[in-house]
């Protein structure tokens, strides 16, 4: 069994004259990840590794999330403004070690995804994350495994 762990990133500021992709965090979107973030660990959610799109927002609250969980960290570009297949690309790219991901990325892209492997429709707020466990033993094997939403976890409802 694997696991899936999808975080949209927190709550971003858009100061004028800066690029989407150099977006801030705002401070309800520190605050918000670093409540997430605890609010997992001390939940007992296992994640043995993290990818982020490089994006600073997505980034930055990966970061966050690694205060409380001292991981390694990579980042792939294709969770910048990712397609559905984006998603599942950097998937068949992980390390068959790692039993628990958690991709940190962005709207609509990240909605897309989850609602495209789940029956539960949902639409991901800023810092939402949501857990799927996915039946199979290597990532290769991610497209045809059954997968089931364990959680599903807004910031303003935990």
Not at 106 to 125: R, T
Request: glycine letters at 4%; one cysteine or more; proline letters at 4%.
């Amino acid at each position: 069994m694997k696991k899936l762990i999808l975080v949209r990133h927190a709550k971003s500021d858009w100061p004028e004259e800066t690029e989407d992709f150099d977006r801030p965090l705002a401070d309800k979107g520190l605050e918000d990840a670093m409540h997430m973030s605890r609010f997992l660990k001390n939940n007992n959610i296992s994640i043995d590794h993290f990818v982020s799109s490089p994006a600073v927002r997505a980034l930055n609250t990966c970061k966050i999330f690694n205060q409380a969980y001292q991981l390694n960290c990579s980042t792939d570009e294709k969770l910048y403004n990712p397609s559905e297949r984006s998603f599942e690309s950097v998937i068949y790219d992980l390390d068959d070690n790692l039993n628990s991901v958690a991709f940190f990325s962005h709207n609509n892209g990240i909605s897309n995804f989850a609602n495209s492997i789940s029956e539960d429709i949902f639409h991901f707020p800023t810092c939402g994350v949501a857990g799927f466990e996915v039946d199979c033993e290597s990532w290769s094997e991610f497209d045809g495994a059954k997968k089931k939403l364990l959680f599903f976890y807004e910031p303003g409802k935990i």
